[in-house]
C-alpha cells in the first residue's frame, strides 16, 4: 500500500490493563483503506484482547491511549455510541462461529438483525439483502441456507454466514480473530481467498481494510500486505510481509518463523516386524433405525468402509484428511471404543498368545493421546494421580511408592517441572497439559500410540515442543505411532509413511514424501495446493 493511502485505522499508544496488571501497552499500529495487515502472535500474547479493545469489549479492562476510526476517536465513547459504531463501521469475524453465532436463531434473521439496527431494513427487504450477502460469499443455495440454524452448516458455512453479518453494513474495518483456525485445510483456503476476493471488490467503495489475528505463517504470507507481531503485550516488529519473511530482525520473530515442524525421523530398521495389521475393517456410530422401527432396533451406519494398513515397530503411519473422513472414528476403533461391524484389528504381540486377548490387555498395548488435553484430563484429579490411574489398574501389585517414582520418572521424562504431580491440570498451559496426556499414556508401557490431531489446539513454538518429544519418546522406547492430522507440514516432518482418507476409504498410501511429492488421488492433489 502506498504511504499516501488515507488510514482507516490509527492506534497509538494503546495500554491495557486487568485490575493492576498490565496487558497490553504501547502499541501503535495504523492500517490504510484497502490494507490488509495480519497481527502475530502466541497465546497470552494480548492479540485477541487488543481485538476486543478496538470494539469496545474488553468490558474487564481499563483502556488507555488513542484509537482513531476515520479519524474519529473511538475511545471514552458510551455503550449507546459503541453500539452504533459496531456493526456498521467496525465488524469483527470471531475465531469460532458455532459460539458466536445464536443457536435459537437463524441466520438469515441474525444478518437482518445487523440490518435492522443499522440500515433501516426490515422484512422482506431485509430477506434479500440476506440471501444476497450469503450469495456474496459463496454459500450455495443461500435462498434455502437463510433459513437454517448455525448447527445446520457445516464449519465452512458458518464461517461464511459471520462474514455476511460482519460486512452486511459496509464497514470500514473488518477484524478477523483466527478465523481459519477451526477450518479443514481445503475449507481454509477458500475462507482467506473470499476475505481477500470480497476486500479488492469492494463494490461500495469505501477501501475497506481488514485486520488479521492469527498465528498461521501460511496464512499470513497469503493474505497480509504488512504484518506486525505481538509479544507480552508488546508490537516487537512490523513491516511489509515479503521483506519480513526475508529477514526477521527481532529473536522472537526468528522464533516464530523458525518453528515450523521440521523431518527428524530416524529410519524404520529393514527388518523391523510388524506389530498392527488392519484388514477390511468396518466401524461407524449405531443410531435409531429411521421412521417407527426406530422404536424397536437400531442400526450402524458405517463410517468406515473396507480400511486396510500396517505398522511396524518404531514406525509413525501418519493418517491425513479432513473433518468427516472418518479419521477419529478409526482412532477410536484401534483404541477399542468403536467396535467394527467387519473385518478385524490384529495387534502382533497380542496375537501370539493361547488365548485372545482381554480388553484390559488391548488397553495396556495400544493408548491414545487426545486433540484437546484439557477436555481429556479430569480437572479434579492431580497430575500425580492422572498418571497414576492407569498404573494402579494395570499393575495391581505395584506397590504405592512404586507407582509414585514411575509417575516422577515420566512427569521428569516429558518435560514437566518436578513439583508437576501435585498440581492440577487447569495450572498448566496447553502444551504442559499435552506433555501430562502423553506421560499418562506411557505409564502402562504401551508398544503403540495412537494421537489424534495431538498438536492443532497448540501454538505453533509449543507444537514444535511437542513433535520434538515424541519423536524422542518413539526413539528411546521403540514406540510405533498412528499419527492423524489434517495438518500436511505436521505429517511430513513426522510421518514414515502416510495414508489419505477421504469419505470413510483410504485413498492414497505410500512413503510420505513420495505421497505429497507426487500425489496422484485428485483428493490428495487438493489438499497439498491448499496447503500451499
Known sequence: MTTHTPAVLEVENLNIRIGARPIVHGIDLTIARGERVALVGESGSGKSLTALALLGLADAARVSGSVRLAGQELLGRSDAQWRATRGRDVAMVFQEPMTALNPL????RQIAESLRLHGGLRGAAARERAIALLRRTGIIEPERKVDAYPHQLSGGQRQRAM???ALACN??????DEPTTALDVTVR?????????????????RGLAILLITHDLHLVRRFAHRVAVMQHGEIVEQGATEALFAAQRHPYTRKLFDSAPRRTLTPVAADAPGVLEVSALRAGYRTRARGWRGLFRSETPAVLQGIDLQLREGETL???GESGCGKSTLAASLVGLVTPTAGAIRYAALESADQPATRLERAAHVQMVFQDPFASLAPRMSVGEIVEEGLALHHPRMTREARRARVAALLAE????ADAATRYPAAFS???RQRVAIARALAVDPRILVLDEPTSALDV???KQILELLTTLQMRHRLSYVFISHDIDVLRAVSHRLVVMHGGQIVESGETEAVLAQPQHVYTRTLVRSAA
Open 461 to 463: 513454538s509449543i507444537q
Open 318 to 320: 501418519g493418517v491425513l
Open 105 to 108: 436463531k437463524t441466520v438469515g
Open 163 to 165: 462474514i455476511a453479518m
Open 414 to 417: 516429558t518435560g514437566l517441572p
Open 430 to 432: 496447553g502444551g504442559q
Open 171 to 176: 464497514p470500514r474495518l473488518l477484524i478477523a
Open 189 to 205: 483456503r477458500q475462507i482467506v481467498d473470499l476475505l481477500i476476493g470480497l476486500q479488492e471488490a469492494d463494490a461500495d467503495g
